[in-house]
Nanobody, 121 residues
Framework: QVQMVESGGGVVQAGGSLRLSCVASGRTLINVDMGWYRQAPGKEREFVAMTRWSLRGYNREYAHSAKDRFTISRDNAGDATYLEMNRLTPGGTNIYYC????????????WGQGPRDTVSS
C-alpha cells in the first residue's frame, strides 16, 4: 500500500542534533497525515510530531517533550516528512517510526521500519 524509506538515525552526544527523513510512495500522499513516533526499549511507542493535512495546508502538532526543540516539515508534493531534532537529551536508544495515516471511513495507519538514534550523555 504505502512504502516508506527512512534515514537519518545515528549516534550523537547530548545537546547535539539529528535530522530524520521519511519518503513515502505507493499512492497519492498530499492529503494524508505524516509524522513520527518513537519507542525506547521496554516502553510503549509514543507520539512525537505530526503534519496534518487541511485545505489550508499542513498543520504541525508536537508532543510536549518535542516542542521548542524539534521541528517537523513536509515537502510540497506531500510525500516526504522531515524531523529536525535539536538539543537532544541523554536517553539511550530510541527507534523513530515514520507514520502515514490515510483518511477515510476507516483510517489506515502505515509504519516505517524506524531509524535508530542513540543519544549519549
Amino acid at each position: 500500500q504505502v512504502q516508506m524509506v527512512e534515514s537519518g538515525g545515528g549516534v550523537v552526544q547530548a545537546g547535539g542534533s539529528l535530522r530524520l527523513s521519511c519518503v513515502a510512495s505507493g499512492r497519492t500522499l498530499i492529503n494524508v497525515d505524516m509524522g513520527w513516533y518513537r519507542q525506547a526499549p521496554g516502553k510503549e511507542r509514543e507520539f512525537v510530531a505530526m503534519t496534518r493535512w487541511s485545505l489550508r495546508g499542513y498543520n504541525r502538532e508536537y508532543a510536549h517533550s518535542a516542542k521548542d526543540r524539534f521541528t517537523i516539515s513536509r515537502d510540497n508534493a506531500g510525500d516526504a516528512t522531515y524531523l529536525e531534532m535539536n538539543r537532544l537529551t541523554p536517553g539511550g536508544t530510541n527507534i523513530y517510526y515514520c507514520n502515514v495515516r490515510i483518511p477515510g471511513p476507516i483510517p489506515v495507519s502505515c509504519w516505517g521500519q524506524g531509524p535508530r538514534d542513540t543519544v549519549s550523555s
